[in-house]
């Protein structure tokens, strides 16, 4: 799974999230970063308003928790969904001996996880 601090960069160099179901994501809150939630038509979905969309929880009697703005959450893009905002860019992931390496181009992205390689790459296309 995709790192926060990736997440947090990806996030704060502008890619953006349609919730969508199947899309993982932490509440950005002290207490709740370690809590991955999952959006789905039967617990969480997105409820589209002219505010912007929010999440909802339903079904969730054990919670206080209604709702959220999508603002207040951070999305935790798959590898999938990484390779996918890469586009055209990317060319391949290879495995190395202690991880995973992204190329796209002459340039290369390595990490321990492919999910965080990608990310570095995205990063690098999204000019951060």
């Known amino acids: 799974m995709l790192s926060l601090g990736l997440a947090r960069r990806l996030r704060d160099a502008g890619l953006t999230w349609e919730p969508a179901s199947g899309d993982r994501f932490v509440l950005l809150g002290p207490e709740m970063t370690d809590d991955v939630f999952v959006l789905s038509d039967m617990v969480a979905d997105v409820h589209h308003f002219p505010s912007g969309p929010v999440i909802g929880f339903n079904g969730t009697v054990e919670w206080a928790l209604d709702s959220v703005s999508a ?7 798959t590898e999938e969904q990484l390779r996918e905002r890469l586009g055209d860019a990317f060319d391949r992931l290879e495995r190395t001996g ?7 181009g002459a340039a290369a992205f390595e990490a321990l996880w492919a999910d965080d390689a990608y990310a570095l790459a ?3 296309r999204l000019g951060a």
């Open 122 to 124: 995205l990063l690098e």
């Open 71 to 77: 603002d207040d959450a951070l999305w935790l893009p």
């Open 98 to 104: 202690d991880g995973f390496r992204v190329v796209c």
